[in-house]
């Protein structure tokens, strides 16, 4: 079983900062793909930026230059820094890990940004 438990959300007024964490637990392979996603109201769920534990990242057009996303393998954490966040980014926002055959995700965290 695998757990992820996200903290970190809020509001926040445009142009300020928030940073989001995950912390995994349970049976995580040495290999695997963290990610941040993101569901608006009435929208799809999307990407908002990966890595992997090799350390290859990828984001998502909309965030790039603003967002960055780290992980620590050690303590099997990642974070999104969400900087010059602006009211578009509002979204209840998602934890991801996949390892294998497996897709587990964490019970979300609301994001707010007021303009």
């Known amino acids: 079983q695998v757990q992820l438990v996200e903290s970190g959300g809020g509001l926040v007024p445009a142009g300020g900062s928030l940073r989001l964490s995950c912390a995994a637990s349970?049976?995580?392979?040495?290999?695997?793909?963290m990610g941040w996603y993101r569901q608006a109201p009435g929208k799809q769920r999307e990407l908002v930026a990966s890595?992997?534990?090799?350390?290859?990242?990828n984001y998502a057009d909309s965030v790039k230059g603003r967002f960055t996303i780290s992980r620590d393998n050690t303590k099997k954490v990642v974070t999104l820094q969400m900087n010059s966040l602006k009211p578009e980014d509002t979204a209840v926002y998602y934890c991801?890990?996949?390892?294998?055959?497996?897709?587990?995700w964490g019970q979300g965290t609301q994001v707010t940004v007021s303009s």
């Open positions: 890595i992997t534990s090799f350390g290859f990242t």
């Open positions: 349970g049976s995580i392979f040495s290999i695997n793909a």
């Open positions: 991801r890990l996949a390892q294998g055959a497996g897709v587990y």
